[in-house]
């Protein structure tokens, strides 16, 4: 089965880019100072999310149906809201590529559209994305796509069959979890939100490195 990315009826897209607004207008103390209690918040908001602890992930590489190329690696300093769709997965994966459609495009009604990319990696990519920082592909091995989401699968403590939406922040490691299909895509907008407000952890200066030793 080819999994096609989803286009949301017009309406159903203006619902939601209103509604994702109205919350980043109405919800500052969550959605622009959450601070390191974003992880414990959002899940207290939404129960497909699953707060990790963050994690290294291996610099996974692909290749689009044009012939470009493209690694984790190199969207370091961008928040990846990452996802896979084989095609043995079926209808649960449709269902979140379609929640992951409307996340989409409510986000890029805001200003966030410039930091964020959604990945979709496929057995074979061969649907082009409805939005421009949305790619679809295929690992540049794609026999190793079983593997790859295992890797990033087995951070989770949840016994769950659903497929994954895995987020990265800005330094490229991995943070959060959303579980299926059931998640609300403004949920996921608040979240993606927050770690775009969080501050990259800075290497230690010279000064800071000379200080620490007496301490």
């Known amino acids: 089965m080819t999994l096609r990315f989803p286009s949301p009826p017009r309406f159903a897209s203006l619902a939601v880019r209103i509604y994702a607004v109205i919350l980043l207008t109405v919800t500052p103390a969550f959605a622009n100072h959450p601070g390191e209690n974003l992880n414990q918040a959002m899940a207290d908001k939404e129960a497909a999310f699953e707060p ?10 692909w290749v689009a149906p044009d012939g470009a190329t493209g690694s984790l690696e190199a969207l370091t300093g961008k928040i990846t809201v990452l996802s896979f ?7 649960p994966c449709e269902a979140q590529q379609e929640q992951l459609g409307k996340t989409l495009s409510a986000l890029n009604a805001s200003a966030m559209r410039e930091m964020v990319v ?3 990696l496929r057995d074979t ?11 679809s592909a295929q690992l540049s091995d794609a026999e190793r796509l079983g593997d790859t989401v295992d890797a990033f699968a087995s951070v989770s403590v949840r016994k769950e069959e659903a497929p994954m939406v895995h987020l990265l922040n800005r330094e ?3 943070v959060g979890i959303f579980h299926g299909a059931d998640f609300k895509p403004t949920n996921l907008v ?3 939100n927050g770690l775009t407000h969080q501050r990259p952890h800075a290497e230690p200066g010279f000064w800071q490195r000379i200080t620490g030793w007496f301490q």
């Open 125 to 135: 990519a061969s649907a082009a994305p409805a939005e421009p920082n949305w790619t």
């Open 190 to 192: 608040l979240y993606i």
């Open 52 to 61: 990790i602890t963050a994690q290294e992930v291996p610099d996974v590489k």
């Open 172 to 174: 490229g490691a991995q």
């Open 85 to 91: 769709a084989p095609d043995a997965c079926g209808s």
């Open 118 to 120: 959604f990945v979709t």
